[in-house]
Protein backbone atom coordinates (compact mmCIF):
# COMPACT_ATOMS: atom_id res chain seq x y z
CA UNK A 1 0.00 0.00 0.00
CA UNK A 2 1.50 3.28 -1.16
CA UNK A 3 0.37 6.98 0.68
CA UNK A 4 1.86 10.12 -0.95
CA UNK A 5 1.86 12.97 1.45
CA UNK A 6 2.43 16.54 -1.14
CA UNK A 7 1.89 19.99 -0.21
CA UNK A 8 4.35 20.84 2.45
CA UNK A 9 6.91 23.75 2.11
CA UNK A 10 8.09 26.83 3.81
CA UNK A 11 6.01 29.39 5.22
CA UNK A 12 6.01 32.28 7.64
CA UNK A 13 4.57 32.30 11.31
CA UNK A 14 0.84 33.20 10.66
CA UNK A 15 0.39 31.53 7.35
CA UNK A 16 -1.49 28.98 6.03
CA UNK A 17 -0.79 25.74 3.57
CA UNK A 18 -2.99 22.64 2.87
CA UNK A 19 -1.45 18.80 2.65
CA UNK A 20 -2.88 16.01 0.63
CA UNK A 21 -2.46 12.52 1.48
CA UNK A 22 -3.04 10.02 -1.67
CA UNK A 23 -3.84 6.59 -1.94
CA UNK A 24 -5.36 3.38 -3.43
CA UNK A 25 -9.18 3.28 -2.83
CA UNK A 26 -9.66 0.37 -0.91
CA UNK A 27 -7.93 2.52 1.55
CA UNK A 28 -9.86 5.03 1.52
CA UNK A 29 -12.96 3.20 0.98
CA UNK A 30 -12.58 1.46 4.31
CA UNK A 31 -9.21 2.75 6.88
CA UNK A 32 -9.64 5.73 9.18
CA UNK A 33 -6.54 7.60 8.67
CA UNK A 34 -4.87 10.72 10.31
CA UNK A 35 -1.39 12.69 10.01
CA UNK A 36 1.58 12.81 12.42
CA UNK A 37 4.47 15.07 12.36
CA UNK A 38 8.25 14.66 13.63
CA UNK A 39 10.12 17.82 14.43
CA UNK A 40 13.55 17.68 14.12
CA UNK A 41 15.49 15.12 17.03
CA UNK A 42 12.34 14.38 18.44
CA UNK A 43 9.48 11.64 18.28
CA UNK A 44 6.95 11.71 15.66
CA UNK A 45 3.22 13.05 17.46
CA UNK A 46 0.11 12.69 16.54
CA UNK A 47 -1.88 15.72 14.83
CA UNK A 48 -5.24 14.55 13.47
CA UNK A 49 -7.20 11.93 12.41
CA UNK A 50 -10.38 11.26 10.27
CA UNK A 51 -12.92 8.28 10.66
CA UNK A 52 -13.70 6.07 7.61
CA UNK A 53 -16.36 8.73 6.18
CA UNK A 54 -15.50 11.96 7.36
CA UNK A 55 -17.75 12.11 10.00
CA UNK A 56 -15.16 11.83 13.04
CA UNK A 57 -12.69 14.17 13.59
CA UNK A 58 -10.01 13.99 15.98
CA UNK A 59 -7.00 17.12 16.88
CA UNK A 60 -3.98 17.31 18.81
CA UNK A 61 -4.40 20.46 21.68
CA UNK A 62 -1.74 21.96 20.08
CA UNK A 63 -3.24 22.15 16.77
CA UNK A 64 -7.10 22.00 17.83
CA UNK A 65 -9.17 25.56 16.32
CA UNK A 66 -5.97 25.84 13.71
CA UNK A 67 -5.71 22.86 11.87
CA UNK A 68 -8.79 21.51 9.52
CA UNK A 69 -9.01 17.13 8.62
CA UNK A 70 -11.09 16.37 5.69
CA UNK A 71 -11.48 13.17 3.31
CA UNK A 72 -12.43 13.22 -0.71
CA UNK A 73 -13.14 9.06 -0.92
CA UNK A 74 -14.13 9.99 -4.34
CA UNK A 75 -10.77 11.23 -4.78
CA UNK A 76 -8.70 8.71 -2.98
CA UNK A 77 -7.33 11.70 -1.01
CA UNK A 78 -7.38 12.99 2.51
CA UNK A 79 -6.24 16.92 3.14
CA UNK A 80 -4.91 18.96 6.06
CA UNK A 81 -5.37 22.21 6.06
CA UNK A 82 -3.27 24.14 8.61
CA UNK A 83 -3.56 27.65 9.43
CA UNK A 84 -2.29 30.21 11.60
CA UNK A 85 0.81 28.41 11.61
CA UNK A 86 3.50 28.66 14.19
CA UNK A 87 7.13 27.90 14.62
CA UNK A 88 6.44 24.83 16.55
CA UNK A 89 4.38 23.35 13.45
CA UNK A 90 7.88 22.88 11.68
CA UNK A 91 8.43 19.02 10.96
CA UNK A 92 7.61 16.35 8.68
CA UNK A 93 4.06 15.61 8.20
CA UNK A 94 2.96 11.57 7.67
CA UNK A 95 -0.13 10.67 6.82
CA UNK A 96 -1.23 7.07 8.09
CA UNK A 97 -4.32 4.49 7.30
CA UNK A 98 -5.76 2.29 10.33
CA UNK A 99 -8.21 -0.07 9.78
CA UNK A 100 -9.67 0.17 13.62
CA UNK A 101 -10.27 3.96 14.69
CA UNK A 102 -10.31 7.28 15.63
CA UNK A 103 -10.66 7.52 18.17
CA UNK A 104 -7.14 7.03 19.47
CA UNK A 105 -5.36 8.63 22.20
CA UNK A 106 -2.39 10.59 21.50
CA UNK A 107 -0.24 7.95 23.29
CA UNK A 108 -1.27 4.97 20.89
CA UNK A 109 -2.32 6.60 17.68
CA UNK A 110 1.00 5.93 16.32
CA UNK A 111 0.88 2.21 17.17
CA UNK A 112 -2.61 1.67 16.02
CA UNK A 113 -1.54 2.54 12.18
CA UNK A 114 -1.58 0.02 9.45
CA UNK A 115 0.60 1.88 6.68
CA UNK A 116 2.40 4.86 5.85
CA UNK A 117 3.07 7.09 3.65
CA UNK A 118 6.35 9.52 3.19
CA UNK A 119 6.30 12.56 4.63
CA UNK A 120 6.57 15.73 3.01
CA UNK A 121 8.28 18.54 5.29
CA UNK A 122 6.74 21.91 6.46
CA UNK A 123 9.05 24.40 7.39
CA UNK A 124 7.06 27.22 9.32
CA UNK A 125 9.62 30.65 9.86
CA UNK A 126 9.01 32.82 12.70
Known amino acids: VQLQASGGGLVQAGGSLRLSCAGPGDIFSRYGMGWFRQAPGEDRVFVAG????????SYADSVEGRFTISRDNAQNTMYLQMNSLKSEDTGVYYC????????????????????WGEGTLVTVSS
Open 50 to 57: INWNGKFT
Open 96 to 115: AAAIFGPPWTTKSAENQMDY
